[in-house]
């Protein structure tokens, strides 16, 4: 029985003194203080400098999507922006941050928590490598490394990568399209400003085959520091009037009736239902 005892002493010590070599290897001043509640600058378009957005290199094949997109707009349509419908906008479009976003910064992972629409990220930061098979999803996978880029012996920017998402996504509420091949890669670089720790730099690069080219656009981010933040629950689905029948969008009016989005929308079929008026 002393024996027993003895080994359950040994085991329990080794588990403690793990414990807290892990801890020790886990310096948190040796990371940027990112605690707080960010928010974004700006409105939430992909190009804050051009608003008619012709700074985006689309493919000639993806510019006439867009243009149909704006046009269907226009027409009180949704365009090639799948949101309305609650769908989660994924990624790089996640990080226009549509609700606060709190960063927690642990040992192996960097979480960026944002409540609208499942926009809450994981980046791992743990060394793994790229895994054989992904199962695709809006937000994709990503892997990244902090680096020392002045070399002061503090970690001061994070780079990110992310691959295997899936669609349909587009950069903004703008509908600007991204590849239905959802072949997306994208690349990060987060850091403080330099100038001004409470704003924060994210350099989004986009390699998508709805692009002549890589595409970089600046993302920033204003921290508020009160005592206590709050954090609000986003339910998109709560009061959401929009009804999508056959790819056809329909909204529910105040009283409760379907009714149209555009003028002369045809209704939806109602073939398996009976009239019951009299």
Known sequence: MHYRSSIATIALALVLVM????????????????????????????DLQ?????????????????????????????????????????????MNVYDPMEIVVTPDTTHMLIEHIHDSRRIHTDGRPWPAEVEPSFRGYSIGTWEDTDGDG??????????HMKGPR???????PLHEDNKTVIKERIYLDKSNPDFLVNEITVIDNALTRPWTVVKKYRRDRPPFPVW???????NNNHVVISQENYMVSADGHLMPTRKDQPPPDLRYFKDTRR
Not at 154 to 163: I, P, S, Y
Request: proline share 7%; net charge negative; glycine share 8%.
């Open 19 to 46: 414990a807290i070599v892990e801890a020790d290897a886990f310096d948190q001043s040796k990371y940027p203080d990112l605690r707080g509640q960010w928010q974004r600058i700006g409105a939430p378009r992909w």
């Open 50 to 94: 051009d608003r008619t957005y012709q700074n985006a290199p689309l493919t000639p094949e993806y510019r006439a999507i867009y243009e149909a997109n704006l046009k269907d707009q226009q027409r009180g349509g949704q365009g090639t922006d799948p949101t309305f419908t609650c769908l989660s906008p994924g990624m790089p479009r996640i």
């Open 154 to 163: 503090r970690f001061d920017t994070l780079v990110a990568e992310t691959r």
């Open 170 to 176: 587009s950069y903004d509420s703008t509908g600007l």
């Open 232 to 238: 609000r629950e986003a339910i998109c689905a709560e």
